[in-house]
């Protein structure tokens, strides 16, 4: 070979060049070249994740097409076929805020008297607000990819393919109903992303309280626990600690009692005078039973004992933690880890429910006061502090927010941690502490991913439930829903998206109508389905 590069003129300036080659290029419609001009040769599988078109390119997305299409033209340089299809990502929350901003709507009971159909109608007029400027940005920094045949996440094809992904897993149990702790308004009667949480918080006293829960089997010993939300105890199902702390059995003067709490916190809590009595290493505490503290409702499963948990600190409280798996991330999280219930005393306008007999129908919040005065007079309460902290606040209307389990599905990945564990490591990463640190600590500490969400600009989650057995099916495919559907379905001219979809029922075995459950998914699920739903995979296939 031995050729030389063309001599640059660098008297001319740079801009000029590149839109000097950027023309000849054109000319030629090299894009399309560099992969004809490969017919029939090995290919090498390039995935162009998808951007929003809703929004300007910022520069962050010069750098990453940059290294993209290094590698794209390295391997066709190599001899490669290098397939290169531009994809948008059209759906989700971003969309659905910025037309709430032009619509000036500013919640979800906004957007339903405003018409999801209306709605949505106007989430797909946005979607491509800015394709002009992607386009310029992406022909203008020279990175060859196919703009004119891209895959389109809103799609009935690509929407096609998400169900069918989504119907293997669910037929293979992968999907399942559970809860998600989210900020909720009970004014609002919704969730708040956390952009709107991060809107609203304020500074605010209150009485944080520790209260003691006495060791199962013994005459005098308690764990010591500390919380800001007195009205999360009495769905209190568990104590958590830390196995790698040290923690004591100590008292103090004047008191018979015998106290367990984290080494580090004894004089803070306990007071300069105490006594310990005794070191015990976390794991030791493990499993010990306590009594319910507020025993208003039962609770099945392992209930009322200690388990580990590296969320635990020394920080403040007491390095043992309350655990209620119905107003916690953490909290849900080590319930299912361990089986725990999840006891869920309050109702959507954030009301304690009956079974909390002596609060109930009132503001969960502002019953703090009453809880603790009934714990000290049951001789439970340890002590209580005035702290001030902040606390977020709903941006709209100004009420408490309440961290508040929800119905929510889940795709069971923690099945699959060991195999994604595995092969994340025969990966080849540069630089290698992406993959086998950010990438790999985050597979390490993999959770079940939360699918769906109560909102309306999605892919439809393609589960129906039977409004008679409550038996739950998941659709695949257009020509699958025509098939089952009581009302008539054209395949062909059917738009799958909300609030079309919503109006079908399905047949289910027991004679029964089955009705969609209404949330859509995730958009991330979306993108992240685009090896398949690009090529529209398997229908043509
Ligand atoms: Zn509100
Ligand atoms: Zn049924």
């Not at 709507?105 to 607000?129: D, M, P, W």
């Not at 003067?253 to 300069?272: F, H, M, N, S, T």
Request: with cysteine; charged share 25%; proline share 5%.
């Amino acid at each position: 070979m031995g050729g030389k590069f063309r001599e640059v003129n660098v008297k001319s300036p740079a801009s000029k060049r590149e839109e000097q080659i950027l023309s000849e290029w054109s000319a030629q419609d090299m894009v399309k070249l560099s992969v004809t001009a490969r017919e029939g040769a090995p290919p090498f599988i390039f995935y162009e994740g998808p951007p929003t078109a809703n929004g300007r390119p910022g520069i962050h997305h010069v750098l990453a097409r940059t290294i993209k299409d290094t590698v794209c033209r390295y391997k066709t340089m190599e001899g490669y076929q290098v397939n290169r299809k531009a994809g948008w990502d059209t759906h989700g929350l971003p969309v659905e805020i910025e037309v709430e901003k032009q619509l000036g709507l500013s919640s979800k009971l906004g957007i339903e008297e405003y018409g999801i159909e209306a709605f949505n109608h106007q989430c797909r007029q946005s979607v491509f607000t800015y394709e002009k400027e992607w386009r310029r940005m992406t022909e203008r920094i020279g990175y060859w990819i196919d703009l004119d045949d891209p895959y389109i996440t809103l799609n009935n094809d690509y929407i096609e393919t998400v169900w069918w992904i989504l119907k293997k897993y669910f037929d293979a149990g992968l999907i399942y109903e559970g809860h998600k702790i989210m900020p909720y308004c009970s004014r609002c009667g919704t969730p708040l992303a956390s952009h709107e949480v991060s809107l609203g918080y304020k500074d605010e006293t209150i009485n944080s309280i520790y209260v003691r829960m006495k060791v199962v089997g013994t005459a005098n010993e308690y764990f010591l626990v500390w919380t800001t939300t007195p009205w999360t105890l009495p769905s209190n199902v568990a104590l958590a600690i830390n196995p790698a702390f040290t923690y004591v059995k100590a008292r103090r003067p004047e008191d018979d009692c015998i106290y367990i709490l984290v080494r580090e916190r004894v004089a803070a809590v306990l007071g300069k005078e105490a006594e310990i009595v005794e070191e015990v290493k976390g794991e030791q505490l493990l499993n010990l039973a306590y009594e319910q503290l507020l025993p208003f409702l039962e609770a099945s499963g392992p209930s009322f004992r200690v388990y580990g948990a590296d969320f635990v600190s020394t920080e403040d409280g007491t390095g043992i933690v309350h655990i209620a798996p119905a107003f916690g991330e953490d909290d849900y999280q080590l319930g299912r880890k361990h089986n725990l219930p999840v006891l869920q005393p309050v109702d959507k306008a954030g009301n304690f429910t009956a079974e909390i007999s002596p609060w109930a129908g009132r503001f969960v919040r502002d019953t703090d006061d009453e809880i603790t005065a009934h714990l000290k007079a049951e001789g439970k309460l340890f002590k209580k502090e005035r702290i001030t902290h902040s606390y977020p606040y709903c941006w709209r209307c100004d009420t408490a927010l309440l961290y508040y389990a929800r119905k929510s599905w889940y795709i069971e990945v923690t099945k699959y941690k060991d195999r994604l564990i595995a092969n994340n490591n025969k990966i080849n990463w540069y630089p290698e502490h992406v993959g086998k640190g950010r990438f790999g600590n985050w597979l390490e500490n993999v959770i079940d991913w939360s699918l769906s969400r109560d909102r309306y600009w999605g892919t439809p989650l393609n589960i129906w439930r039977c409004e008679n057995c409550n038996r739950l099916d998941a659709v695949g495919s257009r020509a699958e829903l025509a098939e089952r559907a009581f009302e008539p379905v054209d395949p062909a001219t059917i738009d799958l998206h909300r609030p079309y979809i919503d109006d079908l029922h399905l047949k289910c075995e027991c004679g029964g109508r089955m009705t969609r459950t209404p949330e859509v998914i995730d958009c991330w699920f979306d993108s992240g389905s685009m090896p398949y739903a690009q090529w529209h995979y398997p229908f043509e296939h």
